[in-house]
């Protein structure tokens, strides 16, 4: 699988990996070893937890490897007047006039219930490139979709977001 991402998205897993390295691996490995410490280990909850902290922490720095190994790199610029990577955009339901605002960004970032949909949902897809005042067409099965005015356009960043954990 090669998911698509910014160098954005690439520099924070590097930020994330590192942190783990350098500060959750030796705390867990600590741990670890200052449970062991408190003797039988078959009946040493202390112990099993601080393991299991230390594989996850392991596994996510595996993970986060793994993603920016096998990923493609994406541009998060866009036209000023087009909905592009990042943006945040005021769209119209034209069947019930219902209005909601979302922010396009990859999957590594994406959360719906806060708004944050990936530039490889059908939404997203279906209002890249598009302007303000454009009624676009959402496929989201061959059978069914649904239509979407764009209301606004606003350049956001992506510094503040957090990539998504499993």
Do not use: W
């Not at 922490?57 to 036209?79: C, F, G, H, P, W």
Request: proline share 2%; aromatic share 6%.
């Amino acid at each position: 699988m090669h998911d698509k991402l910014t160098e954005s998205d690439i520099r924070k897993m590097e930020e994330e990996i590192e942190y783990r390295k350098l500060v959750v691996r030796p705390k867990a490995l600590e741990d670890v070893k200052e449970a062991r410490s408190h003797g039988d280990l078959s009946e040493n909850f202390e112990y099993y937890a601080a393991k299991q902290f230390k594989n996850k922490n392991e596994s996510r720095i595996r993970y986060l490897e793994r993603m920016i190994k096998t990923a493609v790199v994406i541009s998060d610029q866009s036209k000023e007047d087009e909905v592009g990577l990042n943006n945040t955009v005021k769209v119209e339901f034209t069947e019930d006039g219902e209005v909601e605002t979302y922010r396009i960004v990859t999957t590594v970032r994406a959360d719906s219930l806060s708004g944050l949909i990936t530039n490889e949902s059908p939404l997203g897809k279906a209002l890249l490139g598009h302007k303000v005042g454009d009624v676009v067409h959402v496929e989201v099965r061959p059978d069914f979709g649904y239509d979407v005015k764009i209301l606004s356009i606003e350049n956001t960043t992506d510094e503040g977001d957090e990539i998504r954990q499993f």
